[in-house]
């Protein structure tokens, strides 16, 4: 299996533009995450979804963020307006099962808003 | 609810000295504990992991981790450091929600090796 897979890398935008950033998870893993790392705040959990369902948004930080997951192998995360605070680097993460098992994570898209 | 509290943002050792990255954690319920690794731009990759049975568990790359419930604690040890080694570490905790469960982090040790 090819990992965790997001997208971009890397992206830079201007303040108030819509972002999207993209995720597949492994295949056959039932739950995917969504998280936030800087500098200031660390790791902090966003979202997460069992089975393509949100369980828990309550670290969504504004209704700017918004993320969706259509089906079993794709998920986004969207800012809309984006700001400047928003920078930092985005990771998605998926397991099979919540309780005792690790998260597989992607290798993060940085995010500039600028 | 479990959390976890690493202690020390930064620490700085000898190529071949002992490595000891400390993590306290707080749990009413028998915790499941995690240390990742963070290498400069990739995403985290797990090191080892504590559920249930042996107290002292051994990960990749030569890391073990002792829990110690009288402590609250579960560091992670390396008996000699290699430049390789330089990374973030996390330590993590599974989060019992009513609802459904999640892996929460501390706030990660940043790990320099010396020559």
């Known amino acids: 299996d090819a990992g965790v897979i997001q997208s971009p890398r890397h992206e830079v935008t201007e303040m108030g533009q819509e972002v999207t950033l993209r995720c597949k998870p492994i295949s056959g893993h039932d739950y995917l995450f969504w998280y936030r790392q800087t500098m200031m705040r660390g790791l902090e959990l966003l979202i997460y979804f069992n089975n393509n369902v949100p369980i828990d948004d309550s670290g969504m930080p504004e209704d700017r963020f918004s993320a969706k997951m259509p089906n079993a192998s794709f998920s986004t995360l969207k800012i809309q307006p984006s700001e400047p605070r928003d920078s930092a680097v985005y990771f998605c993460?998926?397991?099979?099962?919540?309780?005792?098992?690790?998260?597989?994570f992607g290798q993060g898209t940085r995010l500039t808003v600028v | 609810a479990q959390s976890v509290t690493q202690l020390g943002s930064h620490v700085s050792v000898s190529e071949g000295a002992l490595v000891l990255l400390r993590c306290n954690y707080s749990s009413s319920v028998p915790p499941y504990l995690f240390w990742y690794v963070q290498y400069p731009n990739q995403g985290l990759q797990l090191l080892l992991k504590y559920t249930t049975g042996a107290t002292l568990v051994k990960g990749i790359n030569g890391f073990e981790a002792e829990f110690k419930k009288s402590e609250t604690s579960f560091h992670l040890t390396k008996p000699s450091a290699h430049m390789s080694d330089a990374a973030e570490y996390f330590c993590?905790?599974?989060?019992?929600?009513?609802?459904?469960?999640?892996?929460?982090f501390g706030a990660g040790t940043i790990l320099r090796v010396k020559s």
């Open positions: 993460a998926s397991n099979r099962l919540l309780m005792f098992t690790e998260a597989f």
């Open positions: 993590a905790v599974i989060r019992q929600m009513e609802y459904g469960n999640k892996l929460v």
